[in-house]
């Protein structure tokens, strides 16, 4: 009893000396997030003076930089979206037998091209034709016993039992002699599709059983590419679309459209199957060959569109650029542009607020200026 009184005691001792530091800790912490909070506060307004002090400053007003100045234009805006794919065989099959046997021959080897309906394997079945010797005599010897019994009984000889087991034994022998006979036509394999030779699972000697594959056949003609997009896109891409499909292996771009949509999302990546058939008439795209598929996820008509490295940003995080605009005195000066971004693509962004048709932008000289100095264009 003693023992668990001193653990309890001791862990209230912990407990105390562990406070005082928890509670410094969060005062720091909060201490410092107040203090960042006036740091930026007081940045943004040492800019601001900044600016102010450049546009009042006549020192800065004289200085002429040398810049190249565009009109602001609208135009159409597209993103587009990269993923991997691959071709596969739009039809892959398997001969194989319908019965088990040790194989006597392959007749085709990987990459050959065999028509449908060509003997693919052998297998041997030379028990099946002893048993079916051997009914055929047993058949024989039956319908032998049953003319003579029939006749017997033609003549009202001998008793209806042995006439129709006569019979009965006869028929039976025929139906299993037909099965046994429809069993060795299947000694052969044939290829159930046109198409090539893709792989090779058994060889002469081994033996295959009921369904095994021997030799898988797909057909190249018939070809698509089959990728995996990430469920954020399932809004966007609609079958039928238009997309690029380009083969890095073969230096070829290709259009194609979507012709399949999967009809479930993956849980282990999160992303939906899709599919484009492709016209493989000449053999060249081959099973399994890297492909890049390209789709436009986000358009705009009429949207002010500018490069991205013109962008600057103060320290408060505000972007902006720099225009080109008339003081008093007719001298064009550097003015800055605040302004709110959108969706961007390969080098340009679309700029939903800041910018209106017929600002004169600053496309180079940018990064040398300050608001309030005299511009000198036609670089």
Known sequence: MNKYILLIITASLLLVACQPEQDELTLKRAALKEKTAVLRTLQAEIEVLQEEVDKLSPEKKRDSVMVQVQPVEVQ????????????????????SSEIGGRILSVNVKEGQQVSRGALVATLDMETVQ?????????????????????????????????????KNNKERLEKSLETMRKQLSKKNVYAPISGVVNKEFASAGEVAGPGTPIVEILDSRKVKVKADVPE???????????????????????????????????????????????????????????????????????????????????????????????????????????????????GSVVVEEGLAVGDQLVTVGGRSLVAGNYLAPNM
């Open 130 to 166: 002893l048993q079916i010797n051997e009914m055929q005599t047993a058949l024989d010897l039956a319908v032998t016993v049953y003319e003579r019994q029939k006749r017997l009984w033609d003549q009202e000889i001998g008793s209806e039992i042995q006439y129709l087991q006569a």
């Open 232 to 346: 954020q896109y399932l809004p966007i891409i609609k079958r039928g679309q238009s997309v690029k499909l380009n083969f890095p292996a073969l230096n070829q771009e290709v259009d194609s459209k979507v012709s399949l949509i999967g009809a479930s999302i993956d849980p282990a990546n999160r992303t939906f199957e899709i599919e484009m058939r492709l016209n493989n008439a000449q053999g060249m795209y081959k099973p399994n060959l890297l492909t890049e598929i390209e789709f436009v996820d986000f358009t705009k008509e009429g949207a002010v569109v500018i490069p991205l490295e013109l962008l600057q940003e103060e320290v408060s995080g505000r972007k902006f650029v720099y225009l080109s605009k008339e003081d008093k005195e007719g001298r064009d000066i550097a003015t800055k542009a605040y302004i709110t971004l959108g969706a961007s693509y390969e």
């Open 76 to 95: 159409s805006f597209s993103r587009k979206v990269n993923i991997q794919g691959s071709v596969v065989s739009d039809e892959t099959v398997y001969a």
